[in-house]
């Protein structure tokens, strides 16, 4: 890997966050933002901003990995198609590099990911790796015989969007299929449950909230769910379940020997986590479900980052 | 590939096809038999017969291939578990050249197809590919990257064990899960289908055949279906729809070029792979869905016995 410092930003479907990495994987200078707007000018603009910001606390950063929501053409660096963002038919690598003046590395969000955890983290040493990044959607990423499997365009691993429920909820904006695993286990799904289940318990710590006037988010179940709330725990176990068919089908295809599952909606961890493993246990094929571990993110939250770093990292090695 | 000869054998979920298969993949001798009996050393009796009816009209063959509907642990050639036949936990290679005297191949029988459609067939030329082979059940092979994906024990690419309808019918023996793409798209599926729709259309010819006795089966509403009946049709279209959501799952997570469907259940060509590649078309990410072909095997129901001959002919090269 490239001696000296680089720039991580993984770019999701409601925040963005850089960071400055060295080649030890040790991370300073953290910037956050929002989005702001959502057209692509806007989009872009706040990415720069974040960069600058980084980059204003570490001048000597050499390169700039993002990790972005959408489906890439890898070669050419083109942003071909993205659910959360406006980012269709984008030459991205070329526009960031001449904005910023730096060598510029992308890759999907959730394929950097599992960049990060099959190299450094918590898939270390297992050469066939499924990732799920659970957020405002579902990323996935796949390591296969070592490599970072990219599809043919580079387009592929879009493991959200999975049909895992035939005549299930329509999923977002971007992508026409409905009960896609985005669509029913990813932090968006958690809210929408999660305001169906105050409704139907208006005394529970969640119901009194939604009462209040609050908006029922994905945050807000697995807070009240880490309080004891047991219609928010009742919220997560569903979810944990959807997510954990998703999983026994990707066991199935994959014989992956590591599922690592990250993003901001792992806060819920084993509340989440539990129910999804043993549904995968209860339906994935005997001789292929012994041989798996499922597992949180090393990296928690940031794997996305560092893993935009690695691969600014690795591509000048 | 090896100069000369070697059998090819296919071991599907209800019959055996063996062929002698030169390295033009020239096919000759072909042999078939139907299981008589479902115990392990009936399975394995009938394995045998069928390769050495081959040979004694081809003297002159160098190996065997077997494809074999199991999950492999393919550097060790041990069948760890199937869903139709009684393989578990079986050394088979071993166990079949000790038998045969002939150096033996083996291999998950739709990994198989799903070489000799990329290498020679339907698929020629790309570089990533899916394949399914429709049949009793339905099995998976991937090529990714211009490679046969085996996972990392070989016993990946369970492609008809993905989940596709949370609270779906239950699979078959051997599988523990619900929903399955297996369940609900496979030859059995099908007649399961067929039966349904007799029983609402007593006056349709379906409906007739019923009432006379005879089974339903996926071979009888295809071949009615063909005939022009319009429940028979309506069957084939419903199972196609929900192969084709299937498909856009396969579509979304592989980006292959071109994804080819196989086994004795395609008899029932466009009147059931048309539907589905609608369905696919309506569902997948815009991104992806543009760049794939989905296209009937090359080789028809021989895809698997002439990959298993591949198989056996690249070993030896």
Redo the contacts between chains.
């Keep these: 890997m490239l001696a000296g410092r680089v720039i991580g930003v993984d770019a999701g479907g409601t925040k963005l966050l850089a960071g400055v990495v060295d080649e030890s994987l040790t991370v300073e200078h953290r910037a956050h933002r929002l989005w702001r707007g959502r057209d692509r000018r806007q989009v872009l603009d706040l990415m720069v901003e974040v960069v600058e910001e980084a980059r204003a606390r570490a001048p000597d950063a050499r390169a700039v990995g993002f990790g972005i929501p959408a489906?890439m053409d890898r070669r050419r660096g083109v942003s071909?198609?993205a659910?959360h963002l406006p980012l269709?038919e984008l030459p991205f690598r070329d526009l960031m590099s001449e904005r910023l003046g730096l060598p510029v590395e992308v890759d999907n969000d959730a394929n950097v990911a599992a960049l990060a955890e099959q190299r450094h983290g918590a898939a270390r040493g297992?050469?066939?790796v499924v990732m799920l990044t659970l957020g405002t959607g579902i990323g996935?990423g796949l390591i296969?015989?070592g490599?970072l499997?990219?599809?043919?365009?580079?387009?592929?691993?879009?493991?959200g969007?999975?049909?895992?429920?035939?005549?299930?909820p329509l999923c977002g904006p971007?992508?026409?299929?409905?009960?896609c695993l985005e669509a029913?286990a990813s932090g968006t799904a958690i809210g929408r449950e999660g305001a169906e289940a105050a409704r139907l318990a208006p005394e529970s710590p969640l119901g009194r909230a939604a009462a209040e006037g609050r908006a029922v988010t994905g945050a807000m179940v697995t807070e009240l769910a880490h309080d004891g709330d047991p219609a928010a725990l009742d919220v997560l176990a569903l979810v944990g379940c959807?997510l954990g068919?998703?999983l026994?089908?990707l066991v199935?295809?994959?014989?992956?020997?590591v599922v690592v599952v990250g993003g901001g909606v792992m806060a819920a961890g084993e509340l989440l986590l539990g129910p999804a493993r043993e549904e995968m246990e209860?339906?994935?094929?005997?001789?292929?479900r012994n041989?798996v571990r499922v597992v949180a993110a090393h990296f928690g939250a940031e794997s996305g980052m560092i893993g935009a770093a690695v691969l600014a990292l690795e591509a000048r090695a």
Excluded at 149 to 159: Q, V
Excluded at 161 to 168: A, I, Q, R, S, Y
Excluded at 282 to 288: I, V, Y
């Design positions: 489906q071909l198609g659910v269709d297992a050469s066939d996935g296969l015989d490599q499997y990219r599809g043919s365009m580079g387009a592929g691993a879009e493991l969007h999975m049909v895992v429920d035939l005549d299930g971007g992508c026409p299929n409905r009960g029913v959807r068919a998703g026994s089908a199935n295809i994959f014989n992956p020997q209860r339906r994935a094929l005997p001789a292929l041989s």
